[in-house]
């Protein structure tokens, strides 16, 4: 009777418990909405799903193994680390190894190279990964663009090679073990964007393309356009009377 009404309560609370390396981890949505996607926006939805997910593949959020990360109310992300995908490898008794590194032109030539390491006259065009397991006549092989992963900041910027490289690793690992068909890096996700009043934070590529001249012009241009419907009284359609009198704009622009 005991185990039962205990059961209830744990159902009733939505709260589970699994196993991860001989420890018992403990999630709950309030837990998850507290220490784990510390933002109160998140869905009962994503919520479950995360519990789930963490539970299914046995992964702790306590050691980073796993996030939930919600920007305001765009969609929830579940985010499994790096880390977590090679343990995820090396635990299962078929895996025996990896290579990985970059894709480089070089000399008018792709060339392969292993780890992050390029030369100056390099250019960088993405990453590969190569995953040997000992029931396969052939490993499992990942080539990655770097033009469609990266994200031009922060990391991105400041190390390309070793990103792309990760990029390509963990799309290798999942492909040779299909049990983690749905994890996956943050940096193989789209960029969740910053929302402020209703205006998103610029991309990279919008602060490094922004065009001064031609975003003044377009300024001038609108302000000119207010101007002139105002210019003009409203009146009523069928009768010509002066319903509102002219508008003045006062102040200008500065920039």
Do not use: C
């Amino acid at each position: 009777m005991t185990n039962q009404v205990a059961n209830t309560n744990q159902t009733q609370s939505g709260a589970v418990s699994f196993e991860v390396n001989g420890e018992t981890i403990k999630l709950s949505p309030q837990i998850v909405r507290q220490y784990v996607a510390k933002n109160q926006n998140v869905t009962d939805d994503e919520v479950m799903y995360f519990m789930a997910l963490a539970k299914a593949q046995k992964l702790n959020p306590f050691t980073n193994d796993v996030y939930l990360v919600k920007y305001n109310n765009a969609p929830a992300q579940t985010i499994v680390s790096k880390k977590a995908f090679m343990e995820k490898a090396e635990a299962n008794e078929h895996y025996k190894g990896f290579e990985a590194g970059i894709v480089v032109m070089r000399d008018g030539q792709l060339v392969e190279q292993k780890g992050s390491l390029s030369l100056p006259t390099d250019e960088l065009i993405g990453g590969w990964a190569r995953i040997y397991r000992d029931d396969r006549d052939v490993p499992v092989e990942s080539v990655v663009s770097l033009k469609e992963y990266s994200k031009g900041q922060s990391t991105w910027k400041t190390m390309p090679a070793t990103m792309i490289r990760k990029v390509a690793l963990v799309n290798a690992i999942r492909e040779a073990f299909p049990s983690l068909g749905n994890l996956y890096d943050k940096d193989e996700l789209p960029e969740q964007r910053k929302e402020v009043n209703g205006v998103f934070e610029p991309t990279p590529d919008e602060i490094n393309n922004f065009d001064k001249q031609a975003y003044v012009e377009q300024r001038k241009a609108d302000f000119e356009k207010k101007r002139a419907e105002l210019s003009q009284p409203k009146a009523d359609a069928e009768t010509g009377e002066i319903l509102e009198p002219v508008a003045e704009m006062t102040g200008g622009l500065e920039f």
